[in-house]
């Protein structure tokens, strides 16, 4: 596999792992959502100043106002995040 479709594969594997321990395996729940970040990205949880700023996050994320985050969201989610780590966020 190359670079890329190694990365699509643990981006899948990786929703897969959190998604379906509270209810649906097609997405994650505020709880789930909540242990995958505290698991899979612990600086970004240790960079936020209140729980507040992080619920909002969440809360931003849920674009069909389901209460959970499909991975489609989910993509959007670490795309965001790969774009703010590397200064490539889209100029306003």
Do not use: W
């Not at 190359?2 to 897969?16: P, R, S, V, Y």
């Not at 499909?70 to 703010?84: G, I, K, Q, R």
Request: charged share 30%; hydrophobic share 40%.
């Amino acid at each position: 596999m190359t670079q890329l479709e190694t990365a699509m594969a643990i981006l899948m594997k990786t929703f897969d792992t959190y998604a379906g321990s509270e209810g649906s395996k097609d997405s994650l729940s505020k709880g789930e959502v909540k242990t995958l970040l505290e698991k899979e990205l612990p600086g970004l949880l240790k960079a936020a100043k209140n729980q507040d700023a992080v619920d909002k996050m969440l809360k931003g994320l849920d674009f069909n106002g389901d209460s959970e985050v499909d991975f489609n969201e989910f993509v959007v989610l670490v795309a965001a995040l790969t774009c703010a780590c590397h200064n490539r966020a889209p100029k306003k």
